[in-house]
Structure formats: structure tokens, C-alpha cells
């Protein structure tokens, strides 16, 4: 099971970190993603991580703005983001999928609730 949480309202400009909690399994072996949902727009790739490596890739829209960690202690991956703008206003949504990363929204097996994120101009 997982459960995001973080979001908010923050300038742009500002910045957010959002959490995804893991509990019932250990992700050792998988993949976890972000995903964000804007009003009217479909669901999108923002990033992934490889919970064994720590290997990431992000969607070329958020690199260099945003980065995904995880601390296997807490079993809980992070999405640090920063220097944020309007256009990143979205549902956040934390995912996990056994084996490689990826950035399809279909190859993910569990998904989180979501967490609102709102950056004003």
C-alpha cells in the first residue's frame, strides 16, 4: 500500500518535497514513479527510481528541477521539487511496479491516493 502526501500551495518559484509511504512490503527489486495529473490533461510521467540502485530518470519537463530519493530505512520515497512553476499544478501521484524503471503509467502495478500541488504566479 501507498500513501503520497506533501502537497500544497506554494509561489512560484518555491519549493515542495512530497513523500510516498510504503507499507505492508519492502520494495526491494522494484521501481517506483511520480506521476502528476493536471486539470483536463491526462495523467503524465515525471519520474522514476530504482529502489536496489538508487538509479533515477526524469521527463525532460521537471530535470533539473526535481529529484526523486528514497530511503529504503523509512521505506519511503521522496520528490523533492523546486524552483516550481504554474504549469507543474497537478495531482501527484506516487507508483511502484517489480523490476525496471519505467515511465509508462501502465506498467505500474500499485498506486497511491495522490497529493494536490498548487503553485501560484
Known amino acids: 500500500q501507498l500513501q503520497a502526501f506533501g502537497g500544497g500551495l506554494v509561489q512560484a518559484g518555491g519549493s515542495l518535497r512530497l513523500s510516498c509511504a510504503a507499507s505492508?512490503?519492502?520494495?526491494?527489486?522494484?521501481?517506483m514513479g511520480w506521476f502528476r495529473q493536471a486539470p483536463g490533461k491526462e495523467r503524465g510521467f515525471v519520474a522514476t527510481?530504482?529502489?536496489?540502485?538508487?538509479?533515477?530518470y526524469y521527463a525532460d519537463s521537471v530535470k533539473g528541477r526535481f529529484t526523486i530519493s528514497r530511503d529504503s530505512a523509512d521505506n519511503t520515497m521522496y520528490l523533492q521539487m523546486s524552483s516550481l512553476k504554474p504549469e507543474d499544478t497537478a495531482v501527484y501521484y506516487c507508483?511502484?511496479?517489480?523490476?525496471?524503471?519505467?515511465?509508462?503509467?501502465?506498467?505500474?502495478?500499485?498506486w497511491g491516493q495522490g497529493t494536490q500541488v498548487t503553485v501560484s504566479s
Open positions: 505492508g512490503r519492502t520494495f526491494s527489486g522494484y521501481a
Open positions: 527510481i530504482n529502489w536496489n540502485s538508487g538509479s533515477t
Open positions: 507508483a511502484a511496479r517489480p523490476g525496471l524503471m519505467a515511465a509508462k503509467e501502465s506498467h505500474y502495478d500499485y
